[in-house]
C-alpha cells in the first residue's frame, strides 16, 4: 500500500521455471543420482511379487523358459522348422519380447501404481521410472539361465559380432525410460490409454517376428521380396528384436536396423522431454 501511494511500481512476482525444459533435465539428473532409492524399491518389488514361494525370484526363469520351449515345439513342428534353430530363436524372442513388453504395460501404470509414494515422498518423478526399468533389468537378468543354457545345448555359430548384443540392451534400457515416461505421465492424465496399450501391444505380438520367422513369409516367383514382408518391416518391434536376437544368433544384422531402432530412440526421448517438461508438475495431482 505504500509503495502504490509513493508512486512506486511493485516489483513484479517472480516467474515459475516449473515448465522448462531445465527443470525437465534437472528432474532426471537429480532421480538418476538417487540410485539408492530406485535400487532399492526396484529390488523390493521382485522380493515381494514372489514372496512366501518356494523359488522365489526363479519362477521368472522357470515360466519363462517353459512358455519359451513350449512355443518352440509347438510352431516348429507346424511350420517344420528344425528345433535346433527355430527353439533358440523363439526362447530369445520370448526374453526380449518380455522386456520390452513389461517396459511399455508396467511403464504406463508406474504413477498410477505409486501414488501413495508420489504423494508422501518429495523425489523427483523420474525416480519412479528407474524404478521399474531397473526392475525389468532384474526380470531379464533372471531369464539369463536360458540364454545360457541354449547356448550350451544348441551351441550357435558365434562370432565378434556377438558383443552388439551389449549396445542392443543399452537402447533398450533408454528406450524403456522414455516410454515409462511418455506412457505413464499420459496414462496418468488418461487412464484409458493403459488399456489401449494392452490390446496393442497383444497385437503387436501376433505381428512381429517372434514364434514365425521372416523367412517362412518366402519370396515371390520374380525373386523379390514379397508384400507380407515388406509390410514387416514396418513393425519397429521387428527391427527392435532383431539388433539383440541376431547377434546372439551367430546371424549378421543390417545397419538399417540399428538406424530405425536410433532414430525411434531419439525420437522417444524428444517426446519424452516434452512431456516431462509440460507435464511433470502435475504428476503429484493427477494420481
Known amino acids: 500500500m505504500s509503495s502504490v501511494v509513493s508512486g512506486e511500481v511493485p516489483p513484479a512476482p517472480a516467474s515459475s521455471d516449473s515448465r522448462t525444459l531445465r527443470r525437465a533435465l ?3 539428473d537429480v532421480g538418476l543420482r538417487t540410485s539408492e532409492l530406485w535400487l532399492h524399491l526396484g ?3 521382485i522380493k515381494q511379487r514372489y514372496r512366501r514361494s518356494v523359488l522365489g525370484p526363479l519362477w521368472i526363469t522357470v ?8 512355443m518352440g515345439l509347438l510352431y516348429g513342428e507346424l511350420f517344420g522348422m528344425d528345433i535346433k534353430v527355430f527353439l533358440p530363436y523363439v526362447a530369445l524372442g520370448f526374453i526380449f519380447w518380455n522386456f520390452i513388453q513389461s517396459s511399455i504395460l508396467e511403464g504406463a501404470e508406474v504413477f498410477a501404481k505409486n501414488e501413495g509414494l508420489i504423494k508422501q515422498i518429495p523425489a523427483p518423478v523420474s525416480v519412479h521410472v528407474y524404478r521399474v526399468v531397473w526392475r525389468q533389468l532384474i526380470i531379464f ?4 539361465v536360458i540364454i545360457v543354457l541354449l547356448f550350451v545345448i544348441f551351441p ?5 559380432s556377438v558383443f552388439l548384443v551389449i549396445p542392443a540392451i543399452g537402447l533398450y534400457v533408454l528406450n524403456s525410460v522414455w516410454v515409462a515416461i511418455v506412457f505413464g505421465i499420459l496414462s496418468t492424465r488418461f487412464r484409458d490409454i493403459g488399456q489401449l496399450l494392452t490390446t496393442v501391444v497383444q497385437l503387436v505380438f501376433f505381428m512381429t517376428p517372434i514364434i514365425w520367422t521372416t523367412q517362412s513369409l518366402g519370396k515371390t516367383s520374380g525373386g523379390q521380396e514379397s508384400s507380407r514382408l515388406r509390410l514387416v518391416e514396418l513393425n519397429p518391434m521387428y527391427h527392435y528384436l532383431d539388433i539383440a536376437r541376431g547377434p546372439l544368433l551367430g546371424q549378421s544384422v543390417a545397419f538399417y536396423h540399428w538406424a530405425i531402432v536410433i532414430g525411434c530412440t531419439a525420437l522417444g526421448w524428444v517426446m519424452a522431454l516434452i512431456v516431462m517438461r509440460n507435464y ?4 503429484a495431482y493427477w494420481v
Open 26 to 28: 534437472r528432474d532426471l
Open 63 to 70: 515360466a519363462t523358459g517353459v512358455t519359451a520351449v513350449a
Open 141 to 144: 537378468a533372471h531369464n539369463v
Open 156 to 160: 550357435p555359430p558365434l562370432h565378434w
Open 43 to 45: 529390488w523390493q518389488d
Open 280 to 283: 511433470r508438475a502435475r504428476v
